[in-house]
């Protein structure tokens, strides 16, 4: 009589017999990946308050009101300035505070005010470029990563089939399965990382741009305004 063997062929009980190696490249994996998603989580929410920062000031800016009240009213605030607000804050600060230096040429007073916004600008680009490394290096690391646990598993499955006379697919398919799992992970860490990679890149080279047309036109108007 026949007896039918029920190979367990689910993920956990696959990632259960795999052996230490692929364990460890899984668990490095799922930690990996549970970071990245804390990271986008944090991006997305980082990012578009800085777009509708950028957009309620630029209503406020533009609408015409006195650049002084505009300044007092944003140093007044409990909250610190950011985004396009911190850049302009930075600018005025330092026009309103050399301009009425004696002897102060006009060239000068706008290359104080346009240092200081740059700077401004810069440390503002740095909080929006925080994590970006990380998940485009979890995008591209990760599946080279998984690549190594299915090579590894592979490699096991075939020295177990040494110890027999016949290799029959039963045998053969819980080992492939089980190192299959490690590339599985792996894309799974990735794509999600290049996807929001990407997305980020490009939500904050837009107001990169939208903050450098600022300190160009705000420039102008304090020229004028000297």
Do not use: C
């Not at 026009?95 to 002897?103: A, F, V």
Request: hydrophobic share 50%; proline share 3%; charged share 20%.
């Amino acid at each position: 009589m026949a007896i039918a063997v029920d190979n367990d062929m689910s993920i956990f009980s696959l990632v259960a017999g795999a052996s230490l190696p692929v364990q460890l490249v899984l668990v490095v994996l799922l930690i990996t990946s549970l970071f990245s998603w804390w990271y986008i989580f944090i991006k997305v929410a980082t990012i578009k308050r800085a777009e509708t920062g950028a957009d309620d000031f630029e209503n406020a800016f533009w609408t015409g009101g006195d650049l002084n009240k505009l300044f007092e009213g944003l140093t007044a605030s409990r909250r610190k300035s950011q985004g396009m607000a911190s850049i302009f804050e930075a600018g005025f600060k330092e026009y309103t505070r050399h301009k009425h230096q004696p002897r102060m040429e006009i060239s000068d007073l706008m290359e104080g005010s346009r240092r200081a916004m740059r700077a401004a600008y810069n440390r503002e680009l740095d909080d929006l470029d925080a994590h970006l490394p990380f998940l485009a290096s979890v995008g591209s690391v990760s599946p080279y990563i998984g690549l190594f646990g299915t090579v590894w598993g592979i490699m096991n499955a075939f020295r177990g089939l040494s110890n027999v006379a016949q290799a029959t697919l039963s045998q053969v398919a819980p080992g492939i399965a089980e190192a299959l799992v490690a590339t599985a992970i792996g894309l799974f860490a990735a794509i999600p990382a290049v996807i929001a990679y990407n997305r980020f890149a490009s939500s904050v080279d837009r107001l990169s741009v939208r903050y450098e047309s600022f300190m160009e036109e705000f420039t102008n108007i304090l020229q004028r305004k000297s």
